[in-house]
């Protein structure tokens, strides 16, 4: 789970690297996912938290083309508010009555978002042969030359 405890941001600027695990959240991987995340957070009068930054993390996905896995290197810029008792609605804005707040929503759904529909493990991925199932990328099998 992630979870920000505003009682540790000190009034003004400050910058955090925060490390979370976000439990798996889709089928095409198993894995935990680790998130580097860093921020530029903004505490104005205790009430409202401006995050400014970036999170990072690696998917482990399976190609849709040959089937093998392959890792995927994900940077996405991350801006929020956190707004302490108030009912000013945005999509952007997270509100809260305590000063622990949970994220795993709000960043499992940019995570999702970053996923591309296609998983490909390079653009040019020439896939398995169809007929035998070898991995092209790696090796030519007869197959292709009997259909010459
Ligand atoms: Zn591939
Ligand atoms: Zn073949």
């Known amino acids: 789970m992630i979870n920000i405890n505003l009682a540790s941001l000190k009034k ?4 955090h690297e925060y490390e979370w695990v976000m439990p798996d959240i889709d089928n095409n991987t198993k894995e935990n996912i680790n998130i580097i995340s860093v921020f530029d957070i903004h505490n104005k009068n205790d009430t409202d938290y401006e995050f400014n930054g970036y999170i990072t993390f690696n998917l482990i996905r399976i190609c849709d083309r040959c089937n093998e896995s392959y890792s995927s290197s994900f940077k996405e ?3 929020f508010l956190i707004k302490k008792n108030s009912d000013i609605e945005d999509i952007d804005i997270i509100h809260t009555n ?3 707040v949970s994220l795993t929503s709000y960043i499992r759904d940019i995570i999702i978002t970053a996923i591309p529909m296609k998983s490909l493990c ?3 991925c020439k896939g398995q042969c169809p007929l035998c199932g070898i991995n092209l990328n790696r ?3 007869a197959c292709i030359n009997k259909e010459d």
């Open 12 to 15: 003004g600027d400050s910058h």
């Open 77 to 79: 810029d991350v801006r």
């Open 98 to 100: 305590s000063n622990i």
């Open 122 to 124: 390079s653009d040019d």
């Open 139 to 141: 090796e030519k099998c």
